[in-house]
């Protein structure tokens, strides 16, 4: 079974730049989330998707952050203008639901400069 | 609001010695608790969860967390280290939503 894809990998843009990051969950997997872990620190949780609609987007810095998930499958997570302190790991993860287990994807590390 | 402590950023350990990696957590209401491992370069995986049942849990590599309800701790164990488990370690909570609450994590170091 496939895991939860993401890409790019790695990513270095300079303070007020946008970037964009894509996931691809888990087959089937109708919640999908995206954390921000900034080293040193855990993963917060910055939005969840259950299909195409959001649940929780209460972390997100709306400003200059959003994301959305057309179709109910792949997503993406944008951010713009980039800030020095957005320079984290942007992990995505899905799962069925409820209490079932999150599956994280590689991650997609940000260097902000 | 739930939160999650884990009090030892880093845990060194000379492999085949045990090691105990402590989570402690608050909350008003029923949890659900993860372990999850991060080795280098690489994404979250999930090493062992309670959800309800028997309060000790096991994985498939030998670690076990011991739900504790009135001391609020899901503490990890594993009664000899190997190198290969060099990682970090993320506690995390759940209520009845799907919403993880992570710890800051604990680096463990296996030495020869």
């Known amino acids: 079974e496939a895991g939860v894809a993401q890409s790019p990998r790695y990513k270095i843009i300079e303070k007020r730049q946008s970037v964009a990051f894509w996931c691809n969950p888990i087959s089937g997997h109708a919640t999908l989330y995206w954390y921000q872990q900034i080293l040193g620190q855990g993963p917060k949780l910055l939005i969840q998707?259950?299909?195409?609609?959001?649940?929780?987007d209460s972390q997100l810095p709306k400003d200059r952050f959003s994301a959305e998930r057309l179709k109910g499958v792949d997503s993406t997570l944008k951010i713009q203008p980039a800030k020095l302190e957005d320079s984290a790991v942007y992990l995505c993860?899905?799962?069925?639901?409820?209490?079932?287990?999150?599956?994280f994807g590689p991650g997609t590390r940000l260097t902000v400069l | 609001a739930q939160s999650v402590t884990q009090l030892d950023s880093q845990v060194p350990v000379f492999e085949e010695a045990p090691v105990e990696l402590r989570c402690n957590y608050s909350s008003s209401v029923s949890v659900y608790l993860f372990w999850y491992v991060q080795y280098p370069n690489q994404g979250l995986q999930l090493l062992l969860k309670?959800?309800?049942?028997?309060?000790l849990v096991e994985s498939i590599n030998g670690f076990e967390a011991e739900f504790n309800k009135s001391q609020t701790s899901f503490h990890l164990r594993k009664p000899s280290v190997h190198i290969s488990d060099t990682a970090e370690y993320f506690c995390?909570?759940?209520?009845?939503?799907?919403?993880?609450?992570f710890g800051t994590g604990t680096r463990l170091q296996v030495f020869p």
């Open positions: 998707f259950q299909n195409n609609g959001v649940v929780d």
């Open positions: 995390a909570v759940t209520t009845n939503t799907d919403k993880l609450i």
């Open positions: 993860a899905s799962s069925f639901g409820g209490a079932d287990t999150q599956y």
């Open positions: 309670y959800l309800s049942g028997s309060t």
